[in-house]
């Protein structure tokens, strides 16, 4: 089976740095991807690792260590609008995505 | 270019009753999604489907619970009878084909279910 986990909640200020932490327990691993939903809306796709290292898109970048089994979301000059949940997922065969439970992010004035 | 459309947005209705909730998927994408959200269990995969069959529905709860692709561009998830521990916000997402990576899911804007 699959298992992920993640922090369920995080608090930062605006400007400032965010990680949000994803380790997982898989077969069949294809990557690790990172969705980003808003209150009342449908998960839109943030980023996607099939490879360690570190992806980087805008202010956002997403890490991975398939040896560690663990990756993270990065979140730079956070800005208001970047309060939403974040789920990782881990992705295998047929492009089937096992969520994770999602972390929470409120960004304070 | 349009987005996976669902409907309802919305739908209230008593326990018992049967549901049908729709989905249109983007044009040319190979897979299909149905998940259901709640605070509880989070982000759940329903079933899925590839060029409209059904690959793997073990995530479908109940006998109670049925999905359908007639074509590609079309798909329903009905609950029948339903039950008030249905309520939850149900998403479809569509995808291209893998090629040995995983294609970005496409959601849409999801089904508010209320069963009373």
């Known amino acids: 089976g699959q298992s992920l986990e993640q922090p369920s909640e995080v608090t930062a200020v605006e400007g400032a740095i965010v990680q949000i932490n994803c380790t997982y327990q898989?077969?069949?691993?294809?990557?690790l991807s990172w969705y980003q939903q808003h209150d009342g809306g449908a998960p839109t796709f943030l980023s996607y690792?099939?490879?360690?290292g570190l992806e980087e898109t805008g202010r956002f970048s997403s890490f991975l260590s398939r040896s560690d089994s663990y990756g993270y979301l990065l979140l730079q000059e956070l800005q208001m609008k970047d309060s939403a949940s974040y789920f990782c997922?881990?992705?295998?065969?047929?492009?089937?995505?096992?969520f994770g439970g999602g972390t929470r992010l409120m960004v304070k004035p | 270019d349009a987005g996976v459309i669902q409907s309802p947005r919305h739908e209230v209705t008593e326990m018992g009753q049967e549901v049908t909730l729709r989905c249109k998927p983007i044009s040319g994408h190979d897979y299909l999604f149905w998940y259901r959200q709640t605070m509880m269990r989070g982000l759940e995969l329903l079933i899925y489907?590839?060029?409209?069959?059904?690959?793997?529905d073990s995530g479908m709860p109940e006998d109670r619970f049925s999905a359908k692709m007639p074509n590609a561009s079309f798909s329903t998830l009905k609950i029948q009878p339903s039950e008030p521990r249905d309520s939850a916000v149900y998403f479809c997402?569509?995808?291209?084909?893998?090629?040995?990576?995983?294609?970005?899911?496409?959601f849409g804007d999801g089904t508010r279910l209320s069963i009373l």
């Open positions: 997922a881990v992705g295998n065969a047929g492009n089937m995505l096992t």
């Open positions: 997402a569509s995808s291209l084909a893998t090629g040995g990576w995983n294609q970005p899911q496409h």
């Open positions: 898989t077969s069949g691993f294809y990557g």
């Open positions: 690792n099939a490879l360690d």
């Open positions: 489907f590839n060029n409209n069959v059904p690959i793997d």
